[in-house]
């Protein structure tokens, strides 16, 4: 396994899709998804997602689109 470029971390209030709709994304900008670990205290979901980067995508854009497609907070 290579070894991750990046840890993202995602915090939000727990509800359907939120892992399809961060790998689809991960997907789209062809960001290898390496490992990941996935939890829910007191209604809020918790993943970490051990993730390959490419150079072509900058890390400000992925945070960007991440929040976006997770919803405010």
Do not use: C, N, Y
């Not at 995508?57 to 405010?72: S, Y």
């Amino acid at each position: 396994m290579p070894a991750p470029s990046h840890l993202l971390t995602v915090l939000t209030p727990d509800r359907r899709g939120i892992i399809a709709g961060i790998t689809a994304l991960l997907e789209e900008l062809d960001v290898g998804l390496l490992a990941l670990s996935q939890t829910v205290v007191h209604d809020w979901f918790t993943v970490l997602i051990s993730v390959d980067v490419p150079a072509t995508v900058e890390t400000d854009v992925l945070r960007d689109k991440v929040q976006a497609q997770i919803g405010p907070e």
